[in-house]
């Protein structure tokens, strides 16, 4: 196999365990205002309910955004022109992206800092859009490369920012959107316990229904114009994948049900990127302007070297991720939320708390 | 301005800013990786009070400094696509192996680390901040090798066809002789603030009255190993930035020059002096005042005492001669802005003198044992607690002025000697976009700014959390139902 198609695969498989892996943590986050409202019964507040949320994807959310990094990262070395075609090209939309991964990260991090009701909702909407943010964009991004956007024959974007939010782009956004609180509403039923886990089981269910209906749209218009038999095949398997998905989360089966979405969100990506084939941004004004595979590449001394990195540490970095969502593998429940609050959090609010309890 | 005045300003924001958090971060990892060992060796319950407490200073900071690394990854593809374009081949690899090898590792082991407290075997637990260390260590290494490319392009050929940089030698990549002396100079800085950083919270509760009388012990344990981490890796910077200022005279000879604001040559056998302050006309070419030492600048830029340097204007006539031809290199002026090199280089040394030397005034003031100790000496002087709040500051802005110095002194150059920094903007992004997101990414870091410094000065007066009698973070002492130690 060619270099630069070796290469094409890996970039692929990186954005594909972005997906996979951020989707469902940016599901949870967007998803803390619906399934971390307060139960009607009152036994667990909507703050616990919140926590337990984000203590399933405490652990695993920044390993899964260096996904995206070394995405990134790979395009750089290996297809320099694609790097810099596309990012200078969706300069807007991808300043929101990058400005909604930087609220979110500190919402996530400086939430439990201090101990106050007005301190936690701030830092939650800070989650809740900068997951949302992301979750659709990308969508309207990737859909705008596989379906091509004007670049000129010197591989510079010529469309401007309104071009990129057409019709297609913007299902293609949905289609992200519904899938990541799907499979993001999945890891909570598999990752929590109690009454959250059947409401998140139950939310997943209904987004799953709206992200199907959404997705067969989107993947058919896509494939239509640009598809191959075998991106159809994945497309296709996709859907099946989905369906399954949604199958096991109405028999109670969550594991199964999230490998469903899983593999939804994996074979969708590399049906585009099949798509997209050897094309890396198809130019919509010609053909013959289109940055593919060999044009937009590095040398081959440059690929040869990365490839060699890729292949004896990719393997590596799986090996420990995955074992950090072993370690992490129980579920969560309300009593493993800490009620104490550490001294430096302590707030007139947490005073009183004390003072009345 | 233009979009490319912008893209440099917004470049020069948002790296000064990530670099707050990032010597920090390298810093304190292995400072709260030497703090927990030190409890796992000795069970002293002082040391895990530490480590909790700088640990979560510790992630504090690493959250900024992680996500205002996320836009370094794709700004040079935003606002600098031609440069990425030229360079991509050779810049791009170590970028893409720091993610592939660094980030991931940090990233990983930090979340494990983070929430493994009680979760995990104490000994695993263990390893894991220090493999988070080893993380911020091995992205360093990465990162200045991209940017040594930069200052002293090495193991590349210029493709005729496409005209573009493409890697002959990757190994000559990771060993540029600039980056031999970079590497250890930037790390030992990063120790040094990571040490100031330890050090400033530890005297300013030295200092405190209200510091239980207990407690004090415990802060002067802090506040020696903070000092001495400031001490020691003072050394090897001031050793490593020796060694770089006579690679840089080699590769960069304009810069050593604008170092000193040197116009004319000093020819060998005379030996140029080296001012500590001057003042002077604006450009630096008129001096009014200034108080020198003899000879420094000879032994700085070449090691010996009457060793001749290049001047400005001599360096200047070379380029023009050398770079006029090429689009890519013509420039009309090859200078730097020289009152910015030559302040940030006086700002970088002075600022990592003066932390060095507090650190050993505080290490002299906490000499001795017996009733009168180090800790009563430092109680209620208000002096003490000044020298707390400096002694933060100052590794930290050394670094930002190391990196001024490093990155201005380099201009007009984006790769020097191959593509002048006017080539290398983002032809296709319009002002107007350009404008909207220096503007954006200034407020963003502002209020962030706001709320972690807040929030920095919050856990930092709290002072060291109280700890369980024996405690016991063996998952095995604990149940699969206990409330968990950490989480969101």
Do not use: C
């Not at chain 2, 971060?25 to 409890?39: E, H, N």
């Not at chain 2, 003042?279 to 009014?288: A, N, Q």
């Not at chain 2, 060793?307 to 360096?315: F, K, L, R, Y």
């Not at chain 2, 003198?353 to 505080?362: K, S």
């Amino acid at each position: 196999m060619e270099l630069t198609t070796i290469w094409f695969v890996l970039i692929a498989v990186l954005w594909i365990g972005y997906f996979v892996l951020e989707g469902f943590d940016y599901g949870v986050g967007a998803l803390l205002p619906v399934l971390g409202r307060d139960t009607a019964d009152g036994s667990v507040t909507g703050e616990t309910r919140r926590r337990q949320m984000l203590g399933a994807i405490g652990p695993f959310w920044d390993g899964n955004e260096v996904w995206l990094l070394t995405a990134g990262g790979a395009t750089f070395a290996a297809f320099p022109h694609w790097y810099a075609t596309l990012f200078s090209g969706f300069y807007l939309p991808l300043l929101l992206i990058l400005v909604a991964l930087i609220v979110r990260g500190i919402g996530l991090e400086y939430r439990g800092k201090v101990d106050s009701t007005r301190w936690r909702r701030r830092m939650d909407l800070m989650v809740v859009a900068g997951s949302a943010v992301p979750a659709l964009l990308w969508g309207v991004a990737f859909t705008n490369i596989v379906r091509g956007v004007p670049i000129d024959a010197e591989m510079e974007y010529v469309g401007g920012f309104w071009n990129l939010l057409n019709p297609v782009a913007l299902l293609g956004g949905l289609v992200t959107l519904t899938l990541f609180l799907t499979h993001g509403a999945l890891f909570v039923a598999l990752k929590t316990d109690g009454q959250l886990r059947h409401d998140a089981r139950a939310l997943g269910l209904r987004l799953g229904v709206l992200a199907a209906a959404l997705a067969v749209a989107w993947l058919w218009i896509v494939h239509a114009s640009t598809g191959t038999a075998v991106s159809w095949v994945l497309a296709g398997l996709a859907a099946v994948a989905l369906l399954a998905g949604l199958a096991a989360a109405r028999a109670g089966r969550e594991g199964w049900a999230f490998t469903g979405t899983f593999a939804t969100i994996g074979l969708a990506t590399a049906s585009l990127f099949v798509a997209l084939f050897p094309d890396v941004m198809p130019s919509s004004l010609d053909p013959a302007w289109s940055l593919t595979v060999e044009n937009a590449a590095s040398s081959q001394k440059t690929l040869g070297i990365m490839t060699v990195v890729a292949v004896v540490f990719t393997p590596i970095v799986l090996l420990y991720q995955s074992w950090t969502y072993w370690t992490f593998r129980r579920r969560i429940s309300g009593h493993h939320i800490p009620t104490e609050v550490h001294p430096a959090a302590v707030t007139e609010e947490t005073r009183r708390r004390v003072g009345a309890s | 301005m233009d979009a490319l005045d912008l893209a440099r300003w917004q470049f020069g924001i948002t790296t000064v800013y990530h670099f707050f958090f990032v010597p920090i971060t390298i810093g304190l990892s292995l400072l709260v990786a030497v703090m927990q060992t030190r409890w796992m060796r000795t069970r002293d319950p002082q040391w895990l009070r530490l480590t909790k407490f700088f640990g979560k200073l510790f992630m504090i900071n690493f959250a900024l400094g992680l996500v205002t690394g996320i836009v370094q990854e794709f700004q040079f593809g935003m606002n600098w696509s031609d440069y990425s374009r030229f360079v991509g081949d050779i810049f791009g690899a170590p970028l893409a192996i720091e993610a592939l090898l660094a980030f991931f590792l940090e990233s990983t082991f930090l979340g494990l680390w983070l929430f493994g407290w009680g979760r995990i075997p104490e000994k695993l637990h263990l390893s894991f901040i220090w493999l988070v260390h080893v993380g911020t260590v091995l992205s360093a290494y990465f990162i200045l090798a991209a940017n040594s490319f930069m200052q002293n392009p090495v193991g590349y050929t210029i493709n005729e066809t496409n005209g573009r940089a493409e890697l002959t030698d990757f190994l000559a990549v990771l060993t540029n002789p600039v980056q031999l002396v970079t590497f250890p100079h930037v790390v030992a800085a990063a120790y040094m603030t990571g040490g100031a950083f330890v050090l400033a919270f530890a005297i300013w509760h030295l200092w405190r009255t209200g510091t239980p009388a207990v407690d004090k012990p415990m802060y002067r344990k802090a506040a020696k190993l903070g000092a001495w981490t400031v001490l020691v890796a003072s050394l090897v910077v001031i050793g490593s930035g020796d060694v770089q200022g006579k690679v840089m005279t080699e590769v960069q000879p304009m810069k050593m020059a604008a170092a000193e604001g040197l116009y004319e040559d000093v020819p060998e056998g005379v030996g140029a002096p080296f001012s500590i302050i001057t003042v002077g006309t604006l450009d630096g070419r008129e001096e009014v005042w200034a108080l020198t030492v003899p000879k420094l600048l000879s032994y700085l830029a070449t090691g010996s005492l009457e060793g001749a340097v290049e001047g400005i204007d001599h360096v200047q006539e070379r380029y023009e001669l050398t770079y006029a031809g090429s689009e890519l290199t013509a420039a009309e002026d090859y200078r730097p802005v020289v009152p910015v090199t030559y302040w940030s280089f006086r700002l970088m040394m002075g600022l990592g003198f003066a932390g060095m030397a507090i650190a050993a005034a505080v290490l002299w003031a906490l000499r001795g044992t017996g009733s009168r100790t180090g800790e009563s000496r430092l109680e209620g002087h208000r002096m003490w607690a000044w020298a707390g709040a400096l002694v933060l500051f100052m590794p930290l802005l050394a670094n930002s002025f190391g990196w001024i110095f490093t990155e201005m002194g380099r201009q007009p150059w984006l790769v020097m000697g191959l593509m002048t920094t006017q080539t290398g903007v983002s032809p296709g992004t319009t002002t107007g976009e350009v404008l909207t997101s220096m503007v954006v990414f200034t407020l963003l870091y502002g209020a962030l700014a706001v709320v972690e410094v807040g929030l920095t000065l919050r856990y930092g007066r709290a002072g060291a959390e109280q700890v369980p009698e024996d405690p016991s973070f063996d998952p095995a002492h604990r149940s699969d139902d206990d409330a968990f130690l950490f989480t969101y």
